[in-house]
T-cell receptor
Framework: SQQGEEDPQALSIQEGENATMNCSYK?????LQWYRQNSGRGLVHLIL?????REKHSGRLRVTLDTSKKSSSLLITASRAADTASYFC??????????????FGQGTTLQVKP | NAGVTQTPKFQVLKTGQSMTLQCAQD?????MYWYRQDPGMGLRLIYY???????DKGEVPNGYNVSRLNKREFSLRLESAAPSQTSVYFC?????????????FGPGTRLTVT
């Protein structure tokens, strides 16, 4: 079963605007990761936030994590047309050992219009 | 470095036929994973190999087998393909140290079973 539920399922914004995607999950986690997938391509890792962290930044990306609500958000600031892609959250559940097993959400499809 | 490579890129099978999807990585990673992605959904883990010589079932292993041939290669076999196995298959790898959580993905194999 899918761990993560993401919303919105689809998001369309103008270039320069900010995009926010949300992810909720069900079990305790070691960390939560965000991946990006361009159409017809494999996934690319964007950013990881550990369970003891509340916020993390990487360039134009900002991730927050609220373990009490079992939710995370990904903010992309000053979006560009090249940010058009699908974005997935993935959780590394507590108890998975060092297997690296991830459970992915269903994804948010972001379209950035030039 | 080529990263994670997958062959073939596309495949059409008839129901009942068998085939093997190949995956190789040149990053000296310890762990490797097979996922499937169905339309509008995130990735679901089929099988994984946490280290050379070990393989374990993921979330959706039925109808599949895997072989970790050596540290570089991890193959996925469909013994008797079914239309429900029509999907895009992704292989991924991970270094698997204590601070190495990021997974690296191949470009995918698009499989259609008629």
């Amino acid at each position: 079963s899918q761990q993560g539920e993401e919303d919105p399922q689809a998001l369309s914004i103008q270039e320069g605007e900010n995009a926010t995607m949300n992810c909720s999950y069900k079990t305790s986690i070691n960390n939560l990761q965000w991946y990006r997938q361009n159409s017809g391509r494999g996934l690319v890792h964007l950013i990881l936030i550990r369970s003891n962290e509340r916020e993390k930044h990487s360039g134009r990306l900002r991730v927050t994590l609220d373990t009490s609500k079992k939710s995370s958000s990904l903010l992309i600031t000053a979006s560009r047309a090249a940010d058009t892609a699908s974005y997935f959250c993935a959780t590394d559940a507590t108890g998975s050992g060092n297997t690296g097993k991830l459970i992915f959400g269903q994804g948010t499809t972001l379209q950035v219009k030039p | 470095n080529a990263g994670v490579t997958q062959t073939p890129k596309f495949q059409v099978l008839k129901t009942g036929q068998s085939m093997t999807l190949q995956c190789a990585q040149d990053m000296n990673h310890n762990s490797m994973y097979w996922y499937r992605q169905d339309p509008g959904m995130g990735l679901r883990l089929i099988y994984y190999s946490a280290s050379e010589g070990t393989t374990d079932k993921g979330e959706v292993p039925n109808g599949y087998n895997v072989s970790r041939l050596n540290k570089r290669e991890f193959s996925l076999r469909l013994e008797s393909a079914a239309p429900s196995q029509t999907s895009v298959y992704f292989c991924a790898s991970r270094l698997s140290g204590r601070h190495s959580y990021e997974q690296y993905f191949g470009p995918g194999t698009r499989l259609t079973v008629t």
